[in-house]
């Protein structure tokens, strides 16, 4: 059975500086990897999805990397903003075609 | 409009009600889901469809029930609702035939059992 932990399981940083949230998977036999972020009491919204023949996605101020030999996934955010505040999941799709999510990682960016 | 509407957004509701939870999506997918959120214990599967004909039980499906009506519309309904029921629900559809995008979730219902 697949199993997600991410760590840290929560965050506070000043604004401005780089960040790197950390997702990882026990079964490497993944179909893909799909990040998310959550505002409190909102539904997810979808950041990078990467497939699993792929090493890296990028969108705007994120990059997110996938290594699927060490079960490993970072989401690496540049310049952070408070504006990007929230929880962030991660999700690994494995055969079964169902996601197994990790519990998230809250960050909290403080001006 | 969003691409996957939930209905009620909010609902307050008594122990040993009916209640269903409603989902409908724009983007022609084929596979739906229902999930549950509570505090420290991540997102949790309850049931999932990969088509009209096709009803799969997720990792916490007991006290709940789906419908497929159609490739648009996927409901949950607890029978007899119980406080330990109260939580966010989120639906979630996903289609493997576009090539794979991802799942995409609607905002939420947020559920209380009192």
């Known amino acids: 059975k697949q199993e997600v932990t991410q760590i840290p399981a929560a965050l506070s940083v000043p604004e401005g500086e780089n960040l790197v949230l950390n997702c990882s998977f026990t079964d490497s036999a993944i179909y893909n990897l799909q990040w998310f972020r959550q505002d409190p009491g909102k539904g997810l919204t979808s950041l990078l999805l990467?497939?699993?023949?792929?090493r890296e996605q990028t969108s705007g101020r994120l990059n997110a990397s996938l290594d699927k030999s060490s079960g490993r996934s970072t989401l690496y955010i540049a310049a952070s903003q408070p504006g990007d505040s929230a929880t962030y999941l991660c999700?690994?799709?494995?055969?079964?075609?169902?996601?197994?999510f990790g519990r998230g990682t809250s960050l909290i960016v403080h001006p | 409009d969003a691409d996957v509407t939930q209905t009620p957004r909010n609902r307050i509701t008594k122990t040993g009600k009916r209640i269903m939870l409603e989902c409908s999506q724009t983007?022609?997918?084929?596979?739906m889901y229902w999930y549950r959120q509570d505090p420290g214990l991540g997102l949790r599967l309850i049931y999932y469809?990969?088509?009209?004909?096709?009803?799969n039980k997720g990792e916490i499906s007991d006290g709940y029930s789906v419908s497929r009506q159609a490739q648009a519309k996927f409901s949950l309904s607890l029978e007899s609702a119980i406080p330990n029921q109260t939580a966010l629900y989120f639906c979630a559809t996903s289609d493997l035939h576009e090539g794979e995008k991802g799942y995409t979730f609607g905002s939420g219902t947020r559920l209380t059992v009192v």
């Open positions: 469809s990969f088509d009209v004909k096709d009803i």
């Open positions: 999700a690994v799709k494995g055969g079964s075609y169902i996601p197994t």
């Open positions: 990467i497939q699993s023949s792929q």
């Open positions: 983007k022609g997918h084929d596979r």
